[in-house]
C-alpha cells in the first residue's frame, strides 16, 4: 500500500512539474505577444492604427493570457498614441472583448471569423459615428471601409498563426501514453475474440460413454445385416415379445463391459435364435468399430490443443500492433494545429492530437478532447472539424460518444469508404421442418471490410441449424481476431473435422468487399452459385464445385476476385434456391430472375427472388431456401 501511494504520489509531482514547465513556456509567449501588442500601437498610417484592433482581437480569441494582452495594449496606446486616438480605439478594443466574452458565454464558442467581423465592424462605426461619442480623430469612409477590411483580413489570417505560436509542442510522455492507451484496447478487443474463441472449443466435450442413440443404431445395424433376410425376423423381433431384445440388451452390455458376452446370455440366445452366433460375431464387430470411432473422436478432440497453439500465433498480430501504423505527428504538423485550430473554433479543447498511417495507406487521427467551456458539444462538429483540417472525409468509430463534455475523451477518425452497403434477407423453412438450417452473417469492420457470410447445414431442422450457426460463429471469431479468409477458413475446416459426426456437414459462402475501393473476393467451400447485377442489369453468375467444411481434412478453397461499383448488387443464395427449379440450367434461370426485377432495395429484391423460385416449385419449399442480397453505393 506504501509503494502504491508513492507511485501515485511521484505521478502526481511528474504532472504537476509538466503543467508547470507548460505555463512557464505559455507564460513568456503571453507576455511576449503583449509585447508585441504594445509595439504595434506604433504603427499607424494617415490617422490610423488598424493594427492595434487587429492585433488585440487575433490574441483575444484564444483563451489564455487575455488580461496580461489588455494590459499590454492599454499600455502601449498611452504611451505611444494621441489621447484624441486612445478613445477611438480604446472603445474597439472594448467592443472586441464584450462581443468573444458575449458569445463564449452564449454559444460556448466564438469562431475567428465572428471575431473579426467585431474588430471590423466596431473600428468603422467607430470611424464613422464617432462624433457621436465626441471623437475628434474621424476620417473618410473611403479610409474608414480600407481600415476594416485590413482588420478582417488580418484577424483571420493572422489567428491560426497565433494558435500555431501558442500551441505546446512538448508532451512526450502524453503522446505515449495516449498511443499506449490505444494499443491496449485493440488488445483488449482481441483478448474478448480470443476468449469466445477458447468457450466454443471448450463446448466440444469428449464422449465418455455409449449414448442411447448409439445403442439403438447398433441393434439396428445388427438385425439389418443378420436378422433382415430370415422368415421369422418378425416374430422374434415383435413389440409384444421383448424376449430379443432383452438379450440383445444383454449381448451390448456384456460386450460393453466385458468385450464380449456372458456364457448364460450366449446360451439363451442360441436357443431362441439359429443365428445367434452370426448376431454375436457382428455385434462385436459393430461395437468395436462403435468404440473406434469414439476413441478417434475423443482424439481429435485432444487436437484442440494444436489449435490452440496455432491460435497463440496471433501472439505475433499483436506484436505487430506496435508496428501495424505509422505515426505521422513529425511529418504532418500543419494538419495537426489546424485540427486543433478548427475544434477551438467548434468549442473543443484538443488536448491531444495524434496522426497515423496504416498499413493500408489509409489516415487515422486519435484525439484526446474535451469541451472548452464544460458544456455538451456535438461529435458532428469535431467530425467536421476533423475532415477540414485533413482534407477528407473521416468517420469515428462506433463506439464513439454522441457528445463531448467537461470530460476528457479519447476518440478515434478513420478515413470515410467511398462506398457503404446495404443489405437484405429472405428466407423460408423447409416444409415439415421447426427451423431453417441455413444461418447468414454480415459484418462491416472498422477497417472498412464488408463480410457477407452464409452457412447451409446439411439437411434441415434443429441440427442442421446448429451446425451452420457453429460455422459461422467461428468464421466471425477467426475474422475479428485478424486471421485472413484463407487462413480462418482453414481453421475452420479443422474445427469442424474435429466435432463433425454423422455427416455434419456445412456450406461457406463468403464474399469480402472493400469499401474503399470496391474490390470483392469471393471464397466458396461447397456453396452455391453467388450473382453479381451491374447497373445495367447485366448478371454475372459465380459457381463452386468444392466439398463443403469438415467433409475432408484439407479443404478446397475456391476464390474469385471482382470488382464492384456504384450501383451493383451481390446475391448469395442456399442449395434449396437452385435445386428445385426444376430446370436444367437453374444458375441462367435465376439470372434471368435477377435481371428481370426492378428494384434498388436489397431486402426486397431477395424477397422478390423466392417469390419467383416459388413458382418454379408450385409453392412447395422441399429445402431451406436463403437469399442474402447486398447493394454498394457512393458516399
Known sequence: ?????????????????????????????????????????????????????????????????????????IAGMVAFLPISVIAKYGMALLVIGVT???????????????GAVAASLGTFALSIFGGIFDIRNQISIGAAICEAVFIFGFVVLAARGIHLFLEEKEKPLQQEGLQGAYKEQRLLNYAKSFEGLSKTFLSMSKKSEMQTEELGRIQQEVTGRICSGCDTCAICWAPADPTMYELFGRLITGLLQNGEADEITRKELERNCCYAGHIEREA?????????????????????????????????????????????????????AEIRYRAKEAGITAEEVHLYRKNDGHMQAVLKVRSKWGN?????????AVSGALDLSVMAHKDSRTFIGKDSTEVIYEEEPMFHAVHGVAKLTKDGAAVSGDNFSCMEKEDGELVLSLSDGMGSGVRACRESELVLDLLERFIEVGFTKETAIKLLNSAMVICGEDEGYSTVDITSVNLYTGETDFYKIGASATFIRHEDRRV????????????????????????????????????????????????????????DIHTNHPKL?????????????????????????AAIWEN
Not at 494617415?46 to 489564455?64: D, I, R, S, T
Not at 422478390?608 to 442474402?628: A, N
Request: glycine share 6%; proline share 2%.
Open 540 to 595: 454475372e453468375c459465380l459457381v463452386s464445385t468444392s466439398l463443403p467444411v469438415g467433409a475432408a481434412v484439407e479443404v478446397e478453397i475456391e476464390q474469385a476476385k471482382k470488382q464492384l461499383a456504384n450501383g451493383d448488387f451481390l446475391v448469395m443464395v442456399t442449395d434449396g434456391v437452385l435445386e428445385y427449379l426444376q430446370t436444367e440450367r437453374p444458375e441462367e434461370v435465376l439470372e434471368e430472375i435477377i435481371s
Open 100 to 114: 468573444v466574452r458575449m458569445s463564449e458565454w452564449v454559444e460556448k464558442k466564438c469562431s475567428t471569423i465572428l
Open 284 to 336: 462385436m464387430m459393430v461395437f468395436e468399430q462403435a468404440r473406434l470411432n469414439k476413441a478417434w473422436y475423443n482424439r481429435l478432440l485432444e487436437n484442440r490443443e494444436v489449435i490452440a497453439q496455432q491460435l497463440d500465433a496471433m501472439a505475433f498480430i499483436m506484436q505487430d500492433c506496435a508496428n501495424e501504423t505509422q505515426i505521422l505527428d513529425g511529418q504532418e504538423k500543419r494538419k495537426l
Open 1 to 73: 500500500m506504501t509503494e502504491k501511494i508513492c507511485l501515485e504520489h511521484f505521478g502526481r509531482t511528474e504532472r504537476s512539474d509538466q503543467e508547470d514547465v507548460c505555463m512557464t513556456k505559455m507564460g513568456w509567449k503571453q507576455f511576449a505577444l503583449s509585447i508585441v501588442g504594445a509595439m504595434v500601437c506604433r504603427i499607424g498610417i494617415m490617422g490610423c492604427y488598424p493594427l492595434v484592433p487587429a492585433f488585440f482581437a487575433a490574441v483575444y480569441l484564444e483563451e489564455n493570457g487575455r488580461w496580461l494582452l489588455s494590459v499590454g495594449m
Open 376 to 384: 455538451c458539444v456535438a461529435m458532428k462538429d469535431l467530425t467536421k
Open 605 to 629: 429484391l431477395a424477397k422478390k427472388i423466392l417469390e419467383k423460385v416459388m413458382e418454379y416449385t408450385k409453392g412447395e419449399v422441399q429445402d431451406d431456401m436463403t437469399v442474402l442480397a
